[in-house]
Structures are given as C-alpha cells and as structure tokens.
C-alpha cells in the first residue's frame, strides 16, 4: 500500500520563485491536510480539506494555496516563495474527521523545503 | 486556544533503563490523544491512540495513559533500546478535524 505519497522530498528555491508541492493518497480519505513543521516545533496545520472541491484555512495560511479537485490529490502552492517558508511540510489523511473518532491520521514521509 | 505541552524537550537514557515522556494539554474536553514517533528525516508513525473511554493503552513494550480530569498523558518506554531513538509527539483533536500537535520529546537511549 502506498498510503500517503509526497513529493518532492527535498527542494531548494530562490526568494519569490513559485512551487507545488504534490500529495496524493489510495486509501479514497475524505479529509486531507498540510502542516508545517518548524525545527524543534511541532506540526502547525497549514490547509484541509472535508472532501473534493472543499478546502479551509488553518493556523497559518499566508503565503499558501490549496486546491482539491479529485479525492486523492491535495497539492499545496507557494506562489512567491520567502525565507519564513523554510520548514518541513507534511500531507495527512484521515477518513473521519480525527480527534473525534479512533480512526488514525497517515502521514507522507514529508517535503524538505529551503528558501534561499 | 488549545494547546499541548510536552516535557522534557529532550531526554539521554542508558540502554535498558524504563522512562517516561509526559504530555499535558489545556482541553478536557478531548476524544483522544495519540502518540506518534519521528525519525529523524522522515514522517510520523502513529505509536498508540487512547479513547477518553480509556484509561491506558498498551502495544509491546509501550504504555500509554490519559487522564482527562488532569489534561496529562504519558508515554512509558520499557527496558529501552537505541532503536528507541527518536523524537516522541502527542496530539489531540482540533476544532478543524486536525491535530494539535506538542513540540516532542527527543530521545536518544545510549548503547
């Protein structure tokens, strides 16, 4: 099973180039999310999404974009590209709503991204 | 505002000692809590998932417990290993179906 795939893995940008992350997952999950991981942080929620064409805003949005037009792909935009982007960016995936059931949140293995 | 607290922020044990990770939140009114595991590069492993029904939760030589009244959790490792190594995260449910996320614990369990 490939669960929850990312990609790139690693990814150095120039200041106010653009760039998409990719996630996509084959567990046909309604609910998928983007975090943030900062070094010695933990995981701040970027965007989600309830289901196909549904997306929202979470913690920390600016400077980011989301789109969600199949069930299985929820890419994340960076449209100018600064050096508070540098950080670890994480996809999730759930088919409940976690926190309120016992269904698990997957995770990729992450996105390393340097703004330089 | 819903926060998660993780203590200590990093941890050195001699291989084969017991020990414990503590986790503490500001919302008792969680569902659950989780315990995840973060190798260093890579994504998170779901490590143990407690129902607010429960009390405790078990998977080899991991035990997890939830006290709710108390807003703690902790994480107890048993005759560790350097395999063990990693950093350790809890996380509850957020008002956006996420996770609320603490900082973790690093732990490095010496040979």
């Known amino acids: 099973n490939a669960g929850v795939t990312q990609t790139p893995k690693f990814r150095i940008l120039k200041i106010g180039q653009s760039m998409t992350l990719q996630c996509t997952q084959d567990?046909?999950?309604?609910?998928m999310y983007w975090y943030r991981q900062d070094p010695g942080m933990g995981l701040k929620l970027i965007y989600y999404?309830?289901?196909?064409?549904?997306?929202d805003k979470g913690e920390v949005p600016n400077g980011y974009n989301v789109s969600r037009s199949t069930t299985e792909d929820f890419p994340l935009r960076l449209e100018l590209a600064a050096p508070s982007q540098t950080s670890v960016y994480f996809c999730a995936s759930s088919y409940t709503r976690v926190g309120y059931s016992n269904q698990p949140q997957h995770f990729g293995d992450g996105t390393r991204l340097s703004i330089l | 505002k819903q926060e998660v607290t993780q203590i200590p922020a990093a941890l050195s044990v001699p291989e084969g000692e017991n020990l414990v990770l503590n986790c503490s939140f500001t919302?008792?009114?969680?569902?659950?809590l989780q315990w995840f595991r973060q190798d260093p590069g890579k994504g998170l492993t779901s490590l143990l998932l407690i129902q607010s029904s429960q009390r405790e939760q078990t998977s080899g030589r991991l035990n997890a417990s939830l006290d709710k009244s108390s807003g703690r959790s902790t994480l107890y490792i048993a005759a560790s290993q350097p395999g063990d190594s990693a950093t350790y995260l809890c996380?509850?449910?957020?008002?956006?179906?996420?996770?609320?996320f603490g900082k973790g614990t690093k732990l490095s369990v010496k040979p």
């Open positions: 919302d008792s009114a969680i569902y659950n």
């Open positions: 999404s309830v289901g196909a064409g549904i997306t």
């Open positions: 996380a509850h449910g957020g008002s956006q179906g996420n996770l609320i």
């Open positions: 567990m046909n999950h309604n609910y």
